[in-house]
């Protein structure tokens, strides 16, 4: 393996969103044929995919994998990408914990976003995709960040009266992003570090 491939950079890590130890309903193949499957969703892209796991190993929901490149993988055998209405029930059920999960395990990232946001039209800011961010919101942060860049999801609330909970607020764009792929703008999904 050359040093490129093991720099790390293209390695796309996943959140194991459902485990179907015995494979997915809809595959007709006999259960012998069959191996362990399930729904994983994309540490730093949000992508949702389907992927087959190694026989040998036993996984449980919330475990992180290597889905890409396929030389790097180590418990995944295949992975594609998927749309939210693909997902099994489990999945979709699941998919709320774990964006909220990867949004506080990540909280610098998210809070760059509020520091970063930048105008989309004229008439549109980033900052007024968020559900729940009008005028007078963006306008506070705005105001607010002018001042001093935000260090954390507290220090956002604190400091902008009228944001609660800013990091729900992202989670519910992500979600919305992840069901409704026909989005005039995506944000957070197929948009890494």
């Known amino acids: 393996m050359s040093e490129a491939d ?3 950079t293209d390695t796309r890590r996943a959140v194991v969103l459902d485990y179907l ?3 997915l309903s809809g595959d007709g193949r006999p259960q012998y044929e069959k191996s362990p499957a399930g729904y994983a969703l994309g540490v730093d892209d949000f992508q949702l995919y389907q992927v087959a ?3 040998d190993e036993r996984l449980t929901i919330g475990s992180e994998v290597v889905v890409e490149p396929a030389d790097e993988r180590d418990i995944v055998t295949q992975s594609h990408r998927v749309e939210y209405t693909d997902l099994s029930s489990g999945a979709q059920s ?3 914990y774990v964006v909220a999960d990867l949004v ?16 989309i039209t004229l008439r549109l800011h ?5 559900p729940g961010i009008g005028k007078k919101l963006r306008n506070g942060i705005l105001d607010e960040r002018k001042r001093k860049p935000f260090e954390s999801f ?3 609330s604190e ?6 909970d800013p990091d729900e607020i992202l989670v519910e764009r992500i979600i919305e992003e992840l069901r409704d792929d026909d989005l005039k703008y995506q944000t957070f999904v197929g948009h890494g570090e």
Do not use: C, K
Request: charge should be negative; hydrophobic fraction near 30%.
């Open 6 to 8: 093991n720099d790390g």
């Open 21 to 23: 130890a015995h494979g």
């Open 53 to 55: 796991f190694d026989e």
């Open 94 to 96: 699941e998919l709320e």
């Open 104 to 119: 506080e395990e990540n909280e610098q990232r998210f809070v760059d976003f509020y520091n970063d946001a930048q105008p």
């Open 126 to 130: 980033q900052l007024n995709l968020l």
């Open 154 to 156: 507290e220090e956002l």
């Open 159 to 164: 400091r902008v009266s009228g944001l609660h």
